[in-house]
């Protein structure tokens, strides 16, 4: 008996699950070949690309999933994501724009423009951004703290302090001393508490930075959002 496209579409959310994204990849295709092209499996088979590898498919898949919907701001970044990957600089900076313009009062999009904006080297407008979001979200600890890390590479040591200690005060971490260092872009986990100094990165694993990056947000709304950008970011390294 054939499967039916809503049987592939399943099969390959499975196979995405199950780390097998090149047959995942394949089970979409199919689905689509039957149905036609639909949003949610335009979109799961660019995520499935992204995944294993094939960025420029992913990359053609986003551009007509947001010919479909151009003002998506979650299409726009998680194409910034797949831009990223492939050092495309001002394509990914382009999409993150465009989503900060469509939900200019969401904390999470100015968070992840300044992750991005950190990766390509401009560290003042990282800052900004930064700035912006935990004028959004006073009880964003992760942009205090990422600010900090910000700060500290521009020599700002004083700075880095401050932000330091105000994202310790809204929420203290500590890392396991068990863990190995895990293998992380340069935007740095969450560091151990360390009063008397500047901090040192956490030995975290990126699923176990993405857990608590993500509950920092006091929304759930934004917690899922900027989880989501940065777990696409770390599963297509």
Do not use: C, W
Not at 82 to 90: A, F, G, K, P, S
Not at 93 to 121: M, T, W
Not at 129 to 155: F, H, Q, R, T
Not at 205 to 228: C, K, M, V, W
Request: no cysteine; aromatic share 8%; glycine share 4%.
């Amino acid at each position: 008996m054939s499967q039916t496209p809503p049987d592939l579409h399943h099969e390959g959310i499975k196979l995405a699950r199950e780390g097998e994204y090149q047959k995942a990849v394949a089970a979409f295709t199919r689905a689509i070949d039957a149905t036609g092209t639909t949003p949610e499996l335009l979109y799961d088979r660019a995520k499935a690309l992204s995944k294993s590898g094939d960025l420029a498919a992913a990359l053609a898949d986003f551009n007509s999933l947001i010919d479909i919907a151009p003002d998506n701001a979650h299409y726009l970044s998680e194409r910034a994501v797949v831009h990223l990957l492939m050092n495309n600089r001002d394509e990914s900076l382009s999409d993150l724009d465009l989503a900060v313009e469509l939900e200019p009062e969401k904390a999470y999009r100015y968070a992840s423009r300044a992750f991005i904006k950190d990766r390509f080297g401009d560290l003042q407008g990282a800052i900004e951004d930064y700035e912006k979001a935990i004028s959004l979200d006073p009880e964003d600890a992760i942009s205090y703290n990422n600010k900090g890390l910000v700060e500290e590479k521009m020599g700002y040591q004083e700075r880095a302090k401050k932000s330091f200690a105000r994202a310790d005060n809204l929420d203290p971490v500590k890392a396991p001393e068990s863990k190995k260092p895990a293998d992380l872009p340069e935007i740095k986990p969450n560091p151990v508490k360390e009063k008397s100094q500047l901090r040192e990165p956490a030995k975290l694993t990126p699923s176990e930075y993405i857990r608590q990056l993500t509950s920092i947000f006091t929304s759930p709304e934004d917690r899922a959002s900027f989880g989501n950008f940065l777990k696409n970011f770390f599963r297509s390294k």
